[in-house]
Each structure stands twice: as C-alpha cells, then as structure tokens.
C-alpha cells in the first residue's frame, strides 16, 4: 500500500474513533430519537436541545460534528437524521442494529486506561463496573435479534417445539432481556434464567419484574457447571457467554444434562474468523476490537473451531453449525 493510501487509512480510523462518541452522545442523550420523531421536517438545533434536555451551545456543536460523520444532514439549519441510520442505531429488534454496538464500545473503553499494564503483565482487569455489565446488556440486544430472526428461521421446527407448558433455560442469562422476549414469543411457556454474578442476578430480577413476567419467568442465582434442571427443559440457550467462562466443557456438560428428550441446545457467539480473506472486513475490524476489550478483562474470542473443541471435551454429540448472516454463529445440537 502506498504511503498517502496507508495514511488515508489511518486517519478514517482516527475518525471512526471519534464517529463512535458522537454516536454515544446521540444515543445516551435521545438526540437521534428526537430527530427520528420529527421526522423529514427535522429540528432546528435549539428545538433538538429543548426536546432532549441538554444545552443549546452544545446541541450546536454536536449536530456540527454529527453532520461532518455523515450521521445527520443538516438543510436549512434544521437537522435530520436519515431514515436507514434510525433503523441501524435505534431498532433493537432489527439484526442489523448497532446502538448496542457503539454504546458498549464507549463505555467499555474507559476501562482502557489498564491496557498497557494488563498487556505488559499478562494480569487482566480483576472486575468492571456494574455500568460495564450494563452496556453488554444493551450490546446483547443485538443477539436477541438475530435469534429470533436467524436462528429459529434456520431451526423451523425448534419453533414449533416450544409450546406451552415447555421449558426455557438460560444459561449465564445476564440481565434476562432475551428470556423476556422468548416469555412473549412463545405464550404458555415456563422460564428459568441461570446467573451466577449478584448484581446481573438482581438486574434481571427487576427487568421481568418491569415486565410483569414473574409468573412464568424465574431467575436463579446459582453455578454455571451445575444448572440443574435435569431432563426438563425444551430449549437450553447460551448467548455471548461459553467464552467467558473458566470451563465451558463442564459448563456445556451441564448444560446438555438439563435437556429432556427431543430437546434442544443453542449456543450463539460471535467467532473470530479463521479463513484469511476474512481477517481484513469491515465485520472483522468489529470482532477485533471486540476481542481487545475481552482481553482487557482476562477473557477471549475464540474460533468455531476451538468452540466445537468444547463440545468434544465435554462428551456431548456433534452439533451442527450454522454461520448466520449476521456474522454471528449458531452451534446447535438436539437431544434424540
């Protein structure tokens, strides 16, 4: 690559860099969800800072920047914000959605000031912030999509399975969004979310208590190599979380004993790619920033290879794996 290419290269990601906190600020502060209700007619930059709550001189200059990131338009001093973008950064139920994406970025980077200690020692971050847990949650929304959307397109009849009086388990369910939305789904069902960090425990507790869901879903605290629910459940599902636990062989052992016959085990991560046409995709650049901040915290992306690797080492079948068009995969096995 030539000199100014590779520079041209280096300065748009310096720019992404900065892209990424202007998304925060339009996110956290309801700037984009302002302009979205507006509509085509747009807001002038005082109307934008009297609808979100934030000050003018401010509103101003975020707008400036939003417009030079290509994230709004502004005509006529009024600004509006693209139809396509408010659907990418706002519609959680939408797999191409990345609100959460750019949220949990921001947030998680301000534990980077341990980066280079962490790197230079090998120790990890021992602990984050309950606000950290709080972005995966909201990153994870996301993968709530992509179930609904790509896995059970995929899996027709694990759909039809789950009628009422079946069984639900969540396994490392942090704060229980996914269970809430399977709870609606699939009326008649009966839930059980497994969580093994306190305050995720108590989050998710309020989050169905929020939805009105206590009847038919409950939350646990307890061990991730000993679910429990032996033989009972239609769907044991695992989403983000087989690489962040200290064994996932033992956990996936435990996992699978919990699965009744004609049952079902869905795990959903995101796998960092192996093929080398892959490494250098816009989707690539994601996971690798992704995988930087797992390591921060003494935790890591793995391959689909090293992820089937736990299936093995626990005993289990060979599972079936699909590459979702999301990016994200689904490693699927059903109980004969």
């Not at 609100?99 to 200690?117: E, K, N, P, R």
């Not at 912030?129 to 929304?141: F, H, N």
């Not at 995929?154 to 709870?183: E, K, N, Y």
């Not at 009966?190 to 989050?203: A, N």
Request: glycine letters at 10%.
């Amino acid at each position: 690559m030539r000199l100014d290419d590779r520079f041209d290269d280096l300065v748009a990601s310096l720019g992404g860099f900065y892209k990424t906190w202007y998304v925060y600020a339009g996110l956290e502060l309801g700037l984009f969800e302002q302009l979205r209700a507006a509509g085509d007619k747009g807001l002038t930059t005082g109307e934008l800072a009297a609808a979100a709550g934030v000050q003018p001189d401010l509103a101003s200059r975020w707008a400036w920047g939003a417009d030079a990131h290509a994230l709004v338009d502004i005509d006529d001093n009024r600004v509006h914000l693209p139809a396509e973008l408010g659907q990418i950064l706002l519609d959680p139920n939408r797999p191409e959605y990345l609100g959460g994406q750019f949220l949990h970025a921001s947030i998680g980077s301000l534990d980077y000031h341990a980066l280079a200690d962490v790197f230079r020692t090998g120790t990890p971050l021992r602990s984050r912030p309950d606000r950290y847990r709080v972005s995966i949650e909201r990153l994870t929304i996301q993968d709530v999509a992509v179930f609904f959307q790509e896995v059970l397109r995929s899996f027709p009849q694990l759909a039809a399975d789950l009628g009422p009086g079946t069984r639900i388990l969540d396994v490392h369910c942090g704060g229980g969004r996914w269970l809430i939305a399977m709870a609606r789904q699939f009326a008649g069902t009966q839930l059980t979310g497994v969580e093994f960090e306190p305050d995720s425990v108590e989050r998710a507790r309020a989050n169905v208590a929020t939805a009105g869901l206590q009847d038919r879903v409950a939350i646990e605290q307890g061990s991730m190599i000993s679910v429990g629910h032996q033989a009972e459940a239609t769907l044991v599902y695992l989403q983000y979380s087989l690489h962040q636990l200290p064994d996932p062989a033992d956990t996936l052992k435990s996992a699978w004993a919990a699965v009744k016959p004609g049952g079902w085990l869905v795990s959903l991560d995101w796998h960092l790619p192996t093929d080398p046409e892959l490494l250098r995709t816009h989707h690539a650049e994601m996971i690798a920033g992704v995988q930087l901040d797992e390591l921060v915290q003494g935790t890591r992306l793995v391959s689909s290879t090293e992820a089937l690797g736990w299936y093995a080492e626990a005993g289990l079948p060979i599972p079936e794996l699909v590459e979702l068009p999301s990016g994200a995969s689904a490693i699927v096995l059903r109980r004969t």
